[in-house]
């Protein structure tokens, strides 16, 4: 299996073009709850081609951008470089390679579980000024709807790797532990995307799980994303729903 650090070199076009963003109503409970404003300096760990970085500078924010796949790092700082408040360095969860006590929110978007888990915690609290907040963010495709269900069936049974690296995998219970002794709350939010066959094809590819191109593991999997959107499609479109789950602490780690 690919290292974490190396598994989206070669999808970095298709993660930016076709993944999901974020709820606005995810950033307005960051900003509420966390009480950030201009001066609020906030480290996005694993922050990948931006996708939450950009959201978070758009409200006026200082943003580190952490993150040690280069193709990914190098498209952020394409996408983001220009902008007021962004600063994109090479580093890891676990060595993020910030000052002590520089950060009031550290945020990690589809990222928490890549992470070696006990160094992560104390490189957080390393990184954290006394006050500061931690924000584990996930778009978790909602599977009550029957073409999300029959999509996972799908990825189960015909991408090995789907059910090794799915975040699924992390408990609620997981999370809270993480946060011990301190409490955490968790807010979730509605989000979806419209996809005509092509963009699906597009999205699935981005997934580090699914069998590279021009195998024969890919071609298996298109063939039967294919008659998935098929039976499904409505005007030429499925629907990816999502819900989007925000575990905050309630103040420090």
Not at 30 to 52: F, M, P, R, Y
Not at 56 to 85: C, F, I, Q, S, W
Request: hydrophobic share 35%; net charge negative; proline share 4%.
């Amino acid at each position: 299996m690919l290292a974490a650090t190396e598994r989206f070199s070669d999808r970095v076009s298709s993660y930016l073009k076709y993944r999901p963003s974020y709820p606005p109503a995810l950033i307005d409970t960051l900003v509420e709850q966390c009480q950030l404003n201009s001066n609020s300096i906030i480290a996005d760990i694993g922050s990948g081609t931006g996708k939450l970085t950009e959201l978070l500078l758009a409200r006026d924010l200082r943003v580190t951008g952490v993150e040690p796949n280069k193709e990914m790092r190098e498209a952020a700082e394409v996408l983001l470089g220009t902008l007021n408040g962004f600063t994109s360095i090479a580093g890891q969860s676990e060595a993020t390679g910030l000052p002590d006590g520089y950060t009031d929110l550290v945020t990690a978007a589809q990222a928490f579980h890549w992470f070696d888990i006990e160094k992560t915690r104390g490189e957080f609290k390393r990184i954290l000024k006394p006050d500061g907040r931690i924000a584990l963010i996930w778009n978790q495709r909602d599977i009550n709807h029957t073409f999300q269900r029959e999509y996972d069936e799908m990825l189960t049974r015909l991408a090995p790797e789907y059910s090794k690296v799915n975040h699924r995998n992390i408990k609620d219970s997981d999370i809270e532990a993480f946060y011990l002794p301190k409490k955490v709350q968790k807010f979730s939010f509605s989000y979806g995307q419209e996809f005509d066959l092509e963009s699906l094809l597009g999205r699935m590819q981005s997934s580090s799980y699914t069998p590279k191109d021009g195998t024969p593991e890919s071609s298996l999997l298109t063939s039967a994303a294919e008659a998935l959107f098929a039976r499904h499609e409505q005007s030429g479109l499925v629907e990816f729903t999502y819900q989007t789950n925000l575990f905050l602490s309630v103040d420090g780690i």
